[in-house]
């Protein structure tokens, strides 16, 4: 399958329009009619319905599979082109919110360092296509365990630290002085769904087994400071790890409970395509555990 007619095919797709995508790759509205008439001939089947546009049920069925074709050959082209350039001397890193924990930002280089903080599912995106030099995602995990993470690209994953967890609810909740609080316990409360800047809650609910954790209110940012500022008003729960939240004790209206059961932890790992150099390298080994 010609890579160049697939990505023709996902513009039009995408923009429900053959002169929209001729702008948007810079070509002429019949050469793009020609792209996708090209790949509908080598496939045997038509892809998109012509007015409106839109895909066919094989139109649908590609993209599912034309999105992580187009990100794997991205990522080849910026692998090889990391392995025959030599090394700027600076770091970009990808990285979820929780996933800068204090251990992290201690290991960061005093200079030279360009930080992108993203959603969880988009670190693998950034470094498997060569915008990050480095990425750090996190979740909910069993102690020592491994991350389960999307298959975007051939990356190494290393444990780059884990701590306990805890749930953020407003300082007046009748739960606010447990000394520790289980999460099934917690399924039917009210829940902030913030996958950007907490721990997204289908990791709760594969953590308890359960269907519960209804949202209350969703939150699309990555800014923690307003995660934990929805909690205390009492907009729902969050949990988030220990390090995220300090000298909470109740005050600023909020407060920080453990987690106690289930025994899960909050999990870091470190990302990369290839072997790090320079001062990717230098941070990837401060931060990996498996090297301590």
Do not use: K
Request: net charge positive; with cysteine; glycine share 10%.
């Amino acid at each position: 399958m010609d890579p160049h007619l697939l990505r023709t095919y996902v513009t039009v797709a995408r923009l429900a329009s053959f002169s929209a995508a001729a702008r948007a790759l810079g070509y002429t509205q019949s050469a793009v009619s020609q792209q996708v008439a090209a790949l509908e001939q080598d496939l045997g089947a038509p892809l998109l319905t012509r007015r409106p546009v839109a895909p066919t049920r094989a139109g649908e069925r590609l993209l599912e599979h034309a999105g992580p074709l187009l990100l794997r050959l991205q990522a080849a082209r910026a692998d090889i082109a990391a392995l025959v350039g030599a090394p700027d001397g600076g770091l970009a890193l990808a990285a979820a919110p929780t996933a800068l924990t204090p251990r992290v930002l201690r290991a960061l280089p005093p200079t030279g360092v360009t930080l992108r903080v993203l959603p969880r599912a988009d670190v693998p995106e950034a470094v498997a296509t060569g915008a990050a030099d480095l990425g750090l995602v996190d979740g909910l995990a069993a102690p020592n365990d491994p991350l389960r993470l999307a298959d975007v690209a051939p990356l190494t994953a290393r444990g780059a630290g884990q701590e306990p967890v805890c749930v953020l609810l407003p300082a007046a909740h009748p739960l606010a002085h447990r000394a520790g609080l289980r999460l099934a316990d917690l399924a039917d409360a009210r829940w902030l769904d913030a996958p950007g800047a907490g721990l997204p809650l289908d990791h709760l609910r594969t953590a308890t087994g359960s269907t519960g954790f209804r949202p209350a209110l969703r939150y699309e940012g990555t800014d923690l400071q307003a995660l934990t500022a929805l909690a205390a008003a009492g907009h729902g729960l969050a949990l988030v790890p220990r390090s995220a939240v300090r000298d909470t004790g109740g005050t600023g209206g909020l407060a920080a409970v453990p987690l106690a059961a289930p025994r899960v932890v909050h999990r870091t790992e470190l990302l990369y395509a290839g072997a790090p150099r320079g001062a990717a390298a230098d941070f990837a080994a401060r931060v990996d555990v498996t090297r301590s």
